[in-house]
C-alpha cells in the first residue's frame, strides 16, 4: 500500500519567507542561500531544532532542482509551471 506526500502549505509558506539568522547571509531567505553554503551545513551537520530542520529540508529541494518552487513565474527544467 502506497501512501501519497501531501506537503503542508503552511510550512511551505514558512520555509518560503524564513531567512537566515546569522553569518555571512543573515536576513537572506533559506530558499536563497548558495548551494555550496548548504551543502556546507549537510557535511558539518545542520543546527539542532526548526533552523535545522529547514536547512535540510533545502538542501533536498535544491539536490532535486526543486528551487522554482519559491520563485513565482518559474518554470521547471521541463518548461512546466509549478502546480
Given at each position: 500500500m502506497s501512501q501519497e506526500l501531501k506537503p503542508d502549505?503552511?510550512?511551505f509558506k514558512k520555509l518560503a519567507t524564513a531567512t537566515m539568522p546569522f553569518?555571512?547571509?543573515a536576513g537572506r531567505r533559506l530558499?536563497?542561500?548558495p548551494?555550496?553554503?548548504v551543502v556546507?551545513?549537510?557535511?558539518q551537520g545542520f543546527p539542532k531544532g526548526e533552523l535545522g530542520q529547514m536547512?535540510?529540508?533545502v538542501y533536498t529541494i535544491k539536490a532535486?532542482?526543486?528551487e522554482?518552487?519559491?520563485h513565482p513565474g518559474a518554470k521547471n527544467p521541463e518548461g512546466k509551471s509549478p502546480p
Open positions: 502549505p503552511e510550512e553569518g555571512k547571509y530558499v536563497d542561500l548551494e555550496p553554503y556546507w551545513f549537510k557535511q536547512l535540510e529540508t532535486n532542482g526543486l522554482y518552487l519559491f
